[in-house]
Structures are given as C-alpha cells and as structure tokens.
C-alpha cells in the first residue's frame, strides 16, 4: 500500500485516506507519495474505456487504501446526472489544436471535477461514526462554488469559503453568496485571494484553535488544490483527453501530446505532470500566465519571488502570487529533497522569494514550458476565437490559448484547457467581443452576450438572478481564524 509523508518531511507517513481528511501536513507542507509513477497505467486500456472506468483507474492507483467497491461508489456519485454531458469532459477541435472543455459540471468551472469527487472521498475515510469536519478553503472565484456545492448539506461536514472582496467576477460572488445550506459558510475577505490563502495556511496551523475545536469534536480540513484528495482527480482527465484523441483518430497509443494550462495556483497543470508520471505520453506541460506572471519569471529564471505588484485582470481565478502546489513538483524534480524543499518554502515565508539549484531547474524544465497574456492578449484572443474559430471562450481560456497559439509547434497534437463557462465571465466576454458593457450588471450582459452569439447561458448560471443573498459577510485578514471558529459552533453546536 502506498504512504503519503509531508513535502517537508519524510516522518510520520500516513495513508490517503488520513492525507485527504488532514488536507495539509503539520509541518506545514503537502502530501506526495513517493510510490508516484511505480506503475504506470496501460494505455490500451484507458483508451478503451469511458471517463467513469479511467476514474476508477486513475483514483484507485493514486489512493490504494480505498477499495475497489468504494472508489466504485465515489466516481458513480461525482459524475452522474449533475454533469450536462455524459462524457464529463469533452474534447472538441480548436481550430488546428483542441480544446478540453472542463467546465461541464455543476458550478461551470474546472475545480467540479475534483469537488464533486473529494466529499465523496473524506465521507468514506470519515466513516460513519469519524470526527466533524469543517472544510476551509481560500478561493480566488471558482473554488469557493464547487467545495459549497459539493459539501453542502453532507453529513458530518461543513465548510467555509473565504474569496477576496471586489475581485471575483459578479457571476463567481452570486454563486457563492446565494448557496442554500445549514452547513455552509461564506466570507468576503478585505484583500487578495492570497491573503485568503495565507490566512487559511495559518489557521490550519493554528493549533490553540485546534485544540479548541477538537473539545467540540470537530477537525479541520482543506478543499484547495493542496489535498490531495483534489488534485488527484485532475489527472483522469489528461488521460480521458488521450483516450478521445485516439478514438478521433488524431494520434495513435503511444504518441506524445502537449497541453497548455492556465494556472495559478499550480494545481491543475501539476494533475499533468502526475498524469505524465503515471506513464500518459506527455512531450510539454504549457503553463500560461496572465499578468502576475510569477509562474512564468520562475520557470524563465529559476528564482520565485512574490515580491511583486498585484493585478486585478480579467481572468481572476489566475490572479495569485503564491502558487501553492508548486512545492510538490519542487519535491519530486529534486528526487525527493525534503530538506531542501523545507528551506525554499521557509524562504519563501521569511524573505518572500527563493532560488531554485539549477539541476532542479532543469528537470523542471525538461517539462514545463511557459507563457504570459495580459489582459489586451486576452480580449484580442477572446475576439479572435469567436470571429475566426467560432469558439467562444472566457478570459481564462483565452490566457492559454494565446500562450499555446505563440508556442511553435513541435508536430505533436496540442489541447488547450478549458477551464470555465464563457458566461461565469460573461461582462468581460461580452466587452471583448466589442459590446460597450458600462452600466450593464452581470445579467444584462449574460443577455446580450446570448444574443449577440446565439449561445445559451447555463442555466445554473442564468438561474441566479432569482437566488437570494444569504451570506454578506466580510472580514480582514486578520479575522479569518475568528470567522472559522464561529462558523464551526453555528454549524455543528
């Protein structure tokens, strides 16, 4: 059976299920296993079989102390009818590339494909007689929705979301602030998706707090991309994406295929390096980048430095300077150097930046490439992608697909992530696309941009304009423990 151990630290190792109700390790760091592409998946065989068999295959190598009958159980309930489309995700052609549409799930967005799967994953590591959780999570505006829609109303759980006042999207705020749920808590943040995250980091390691809460019976964990019960269903979807490229007839079992990503906090395109680990054929992970390119100066130069100014751009859920899971892939392109990982991410803490050796550098780059596109290359792609490829597609989309497009091809097949509904996004959309927006709410300009493209909004998304807002909390940074803490006693005292 396979053990997970901090990034920081190879004492105290414990099982995915204990990983994945812990969320972060107590040092501080984030959970690997050092059994991480000690079998590689038959390729014959995920391509022969749907999105529901690959997820069985994937989760059941990645978390091999879950059952066959149970990780059975959680893939039939994280991808059944809430999906609108029953290959989960579908790839569709991108003028000469592809596109990978990740956004076919409940809440419009990526992050369904792992927050459906991991309340499903902790309901079965919690038992029916475990400890109360209370899930914590920072969001920068997809996050948030997905972990309250799929915790919302489970037993035994609850979750709080934190996302930066004025720098979601009016769609990502109604999603959230609207959400029906006794177990379910939402608060604005005065700050920036990474002061959330920062304060939910200390939070976790708050451990007068706690003490306290375990008086109570209730434990805490984390929804973000740093459990690993997150991550790991992300990497079903590179293979599934393969499995369609082959049935397509656009390549053959064992050619290379390159994806290009927006990211931010690390999350999504590592589920491709995990995925390429596992023995996926992978020739280049693209990261893209808007304009808080610190991913892409990191991977040009070596040295992550946070020391930066902030940007508020058109595609939010990017805007983050401290990309979190980036500590993982330093621990496995460093072979598994603890100690050295431990050192950067105290530098990181205590300096704000750090420097990578360049051995490390360079296994990272023998993968990883990079790109940026800031927010006039974004409107430009969105615009360009209607006009000439008939493809509408949102802000965060458009970042990739301006990097891959700037990309030289290699002559391997290429696929564009797609990482959220055009319309959770759909003022900035509609103004890229030349419509004057001024004044116009964000149902206005879900309208006209319908009218305008002759698409249809989801209409989980179009059905908000009759939810009610039920949480208009708003705290500082400071105060995110307090919130936490009284959260905990509404929901579960």
Known sequence: MSFYHSTRSSADPVTSKQAILAGIAPDGGLYVSDELGGRSLSLDEVCAQDYHDTARLVLGTLLDDYTGDEIARCVEAAYGPQWDTTEICPVSPLGTDWLLELYHGPTCAFKDVALQMLPQLMGVARGADGERIMIVTATSGDTGKAALDGFAGVDGMGVTVFYPAGKVSDIQRLQMVTQLGGNVAVCAVNGTFDDCQGQVKRVFADHELAGRLAGRGVALSSA??????????????????????????????????????????????LAGYYAKRMGLPVRRLIVASNANDVLTDFLTTGTYDRRRDFHKTISPSMDILVSSNLERLLYFASDGDCELVASLMADLAEKGVYTVPD?????????????????????????????????????????????????PNDGTERVCLSTASPYKFCADV??????????????????????LTGT??????????????????????????????????????
Request: hydrophobic share 45%.
């Open 224 to 269: 973000n991309s740093i459990n690993v019960g997150r991550l790991a269903p992300q990497v079903t979807y590179y293979f599934d994406a393969y499995a369609q490229l082959v049935r397509r007839e656009a390549i053959r079992v064992g050619d290379e295929v390159t994806f290009c990503v927006p990211t931010g906090n690390f999350g999504d395109v």
């Open 359 to 407: 051995r490390v550098m360079d296994e990272i780059r023998s993968v990883f490439s990079c790109g940026r596109a800031d927010d006039e290359a974004t409107r430009a792609t969105i615009r360009d992608a209607w006009r000439e490829l008939d493809a509408l597609i949102d802000p965060h989309t458009a970042v990739a697909k301006h990097v891959l497009d700037a990309t």
């Open 456 to 493: 249809v909004a989801p209409p989980q998304l179009s059905g908000l304009r009759a939810g009610e807002v039920l949480h208009d909390d708003v705290c500082d940074p400071d105060r995110v423990g307090a919130f936490v803490e009284s959260a905990c006693a509404r929901v579960f005292l």
């Open 430 to 451: 509609l103004a890229a696309l030349g419509e004057v927006t001024d004044g116009m709410n964000g149902f206005a300009c879900m309208d006209a941009l319908e009218q």
